[in-house]
Nanobody, 123 residues
Framework: QVQLVESGGGSVQPGGSLRLSCTVS????????MGWFRQAPGKEREGVAA???????TYARSVKGRFTISRDNAKNTLYLQMNNLKAEDTAMYYC?????????????????RGKGTLVTISS
C-alpha cells in the first residue's frame, strides 16, 4: 500500500510563506502524477496544484503566481512552496498520487492520499 506523509504546515501571518512536503513510500514515485488539494472548514475539497511525470504544472486560479509545485524523484518527495499567503488559504492540505492525471485539477480523486497538514493564516 502506498503511503503519503505530509509535513510543513503551520501558522503564519498574511503575506508569509510556507513550504509543504509530501514523502511517498515505495519505488514508483517517478511514475506517479502528483498533486495537492485542500479543504477548509465547511467548504468542499479544492484542487490546488498538480504535476505530471514530465514536470508539467497546473494551478488553481486562486493560487497561480503565489504557489509552486515541484517534485524530487530522488527523494520520493513532492513540494508546495506557498508565498504571499492569504487568510483564504487557511485549510488542511493533502497530497495525492495516481498513475493518471485527473481532469479539471480534481486531485482529490487520485487513488492515493495522505492524511493532511494544517495551514493557518492569521494575523
Amino acid at each position: 500500500q502506498v503511503q503519503l506523509v505530509e509535513s510543513g504546515g503551520g501558522s503564519v501571518q498574511p503575506g508569509g510563506s510556507l513550504r509543504l512536503s509530501c514523502t511517498v513510500s515505495g519505488d514508483l514515485f517517478s511514475t506517479y502524477c502528483m498533486g495537492w488539494f485542500r479543504q477548509a472548514p465547511g467548504k468542499e475539497r479544492e484542487g490546488v496544484a498538480a504535476i505530471d511525470r514530465d514536470d508539467a504544472h497546473t494551478y488553481a486560479r486562486s493560487v497561480k503566481g503565489r504557489f509552486t509545485i515541484s517534485r524530487d524523484n530522488a527523494k520520493n518527495t513532492l513540494y508546495l512552496q506557498m508565498n504571499n499567503l492569504k487568510a483564504e488559504d487557511t485549510a488542511m492540505y493533502y497530497c495525492a498520487a495516481d498513475y493518471a492525471m485527473p481532469s479539471g485539477l480534481r486531485v482529490h480523486h487520485m487513488d492515493y492520499r495522505g492524511k493532511g497538514t494544517l495551514v493557518t493564516i492569521s494575523s
